[in-house]
């Protein structure tokens, strides 16, 4: 159960989102409160040290607190404890193996890899290691939604080794690749790892839209596919709108 005094204050601190200072009508206006309720909220949170009023102006904004707190945050720890029963239900429940990676130091990273021993178990990426960004699903997911700065420089500095020769190794072709998958907002790879097994990779997203992580499920072909769409792509779509939830991310409105 919500505590609704707690909830008004965290919509508060949240309301500061691309908004280094803000009035006392900005803030109301923003999270839907009365001004008395938030002026009370605002002493509180300025009492606390999460919030800073400027004397002169007497604007708001976040205080020196936020920055000792957020320097602690563990962000692999989070995903992991949110992510991993996320993927353990559908594993269960389609008899998959299941994927949570990041990217991390110019890699795509496994962070865990979950099976259901009813099903065949997908070996190819182990907990802590890396695949070229070429092959798999989830590597090319984790790039595509990199800013072109990174990819500029990753396609310049790492090859596109030829797994196998359903893997793109030419470097148009490839950004090509990661434009569509950054458009669509998933990523459905077939054979490019190895013959006979597809893996669908969708993203968790920040708010402004940068990838947190990826959440992938690998298989046998024929049960990954129906008709000429990804078998389960609704079922991912949705574990990563719940992931994102349990990360606390806000869902932006459809006009920002």
Known sequence: MNVRAVVRAASIL????????????EIAAATGLDKGTTRRILVTLIGCGFVVQD????????????RVLASNVVDHFDLRSVAVPVLTELAHELHMTMFLSVFHDRSALCLD???????????WWAVGG???????????????????????????????????????????????????????????????????????AVPVLAEDGSIIC????????PQMVIGDRPAHLDMMLDAAKRVRAALG??????SE
């Open 113 to 123: 890899r979950i099976h259901d021993m009813t099903g065949m178990e997908v070996r």
């Open 55 to 66: 004397p002169v102006t007497q604007r708001y904004g976040l205080g020196r607190v936020i």
């Open 14 to 25: 949240q309301s500061f989102t691309d908004k280094p200072l803000q009035s006392l009508a």
């Open 214 to 221: 990826a959440l992938s499920m690998a298989g046998l072909t």
């Open 249 to 254: 991310v806000r869902e932006r409105p459809a």
């Open 130 to 200: 890396t695949l070229p960004f070429n092959s798999g699903g989830a590597p090319k997911l984790l790039l595509a939604y990199q800013t072109p700065e990174t990819i500029d420089a990753i396609l310049a500095e790492q090859p596109l080794p030829p797994v196998n020769d359903s893997v793109i190794v030419e470097k148009a072709g490839f950004r090509a690749r990661l434009a569509e998958i950054r458009k669509r907002g998933w990523e459905f790879a077939v054979d490019d790892v190895a013959e006979g097994l597809a893996a669908l």
